[in-house]
């Protein structure tokens, strides 16, 4: 069974509906993430978390946001789709603490288009 | 602040040559370095990780890369490449002095291999 795991993998959707995408993860990491991946501009990070009360904004969270609703579920939703978010979208998760050096595990991707 | 530069968006290479993908990294203080690879239509893994000791580390798959401090560089090597190591690639970068750190992923290499 995968350690992360992102439903939908494939979604497409109409401007102005509402989105949410689901992770979860059976690694027991405390910190999860959510990506988009664009060509040629690599990952942003969008939102991150550190435990199940600690959500921080990354890189490009406007239009975007998140519930931690345990340990291991970290939902990203797009309150009203807009077509400039049709991108690939990734979590990931991490260990806490030094020894984990950040290192980062990543689920399989939702390819989201919106029409 | 960190920062991760990729050299090359598309890298080809012949079946049986050298591969050699290039990274360099901005930050204050030596940061934990990261290869990831991104195979189509999966999610990324983790192929070698600098964190200290030895600066040439070997990672999955018979790729390595090697640790230069004076030029700032993590290049990714492998001696003979085959038809299965065609995929993007991230090299990436993390803060060693906060535990609460995040990566920084560039932009990606994509890799292609020639018969």
């Known amino acids: 069974d995968a350690d992360v795991t992102q439903t939908p993998r494939n979604r497409i959707t109409k401007t102005g509906k509402r989105i949410m995408l689901e992770c979860s993860q059976t690694?027991?990491?405390?910190?999860m993430y959510w990506y988009r991946q664009d060509p040629g501009l690599g990952l942003r990070l969008i939102y991150y978390?550190?435990?199940?009360?600690?959500?921080n904004k990354g890189e490009i969270s406007d239009g975007y946001s998140v519930s931690r609703q345990a340990q291991a579920k970290f939902s990203l939703s797009l309150e009203s789709a807009i077509p400039n978010q049709t991108a690939l979208y990734f979590c990931?998760?991490?260990?806490?603490?030094?020894?984990?050096?950040?290192?980062?595990?990543f689920g399989p991707g939702t390819r989201l288009t919106v029409l | 602040a960190q920062s991760v530069t990729q050299l090359g968006s598309h890298v080809s290479v012949s079946e049986g040559a050298l591969v050699l993908l290039r990274c360099n990294y901005s930050?204050?203080?030596?940061?934990?370095l990261f290869w990831y690879v991104q195979y189509p239509n999966q999610g990324l893994q983790l192929l070698l990780k600098?964190?200290?000791?030895?600066?040439l580390v070997k990672g999955i798959n018979g790729f390595e890369a090697e640790f230069k401090k004076s030029e700032t560089s993590f290049h990714l090597t492998k001696p003979s490449a085959h038809m299965s190591d065609a995929a993007e690639y991230f090299c990436?970068?993390?803060?060693?002095?906060?535990?609460?750190?995040?990566?920084?992923f560039g932009s990606g290499t994509r890799l292609s291999i020639r018969p």
């Open positions: 990436a970068v993390s803060d060693r002095v906060s535990s609460a750190s995040k990566i920084i």
């Open positions: 978390s550190f435990d199940v009360k600690d959500i």
């Open positions: 990931a998760t991490s260990e806490a603490g030094a020894t984990s050096y950040n290192e980062q595990f």
């Open positions: 690694k027991g990491h405390d910190r």
């Open positions: 930050s204050s203080v030596p940061p934990y």
């Open positions: 600098y964190t200290t000791g030895a600066t």
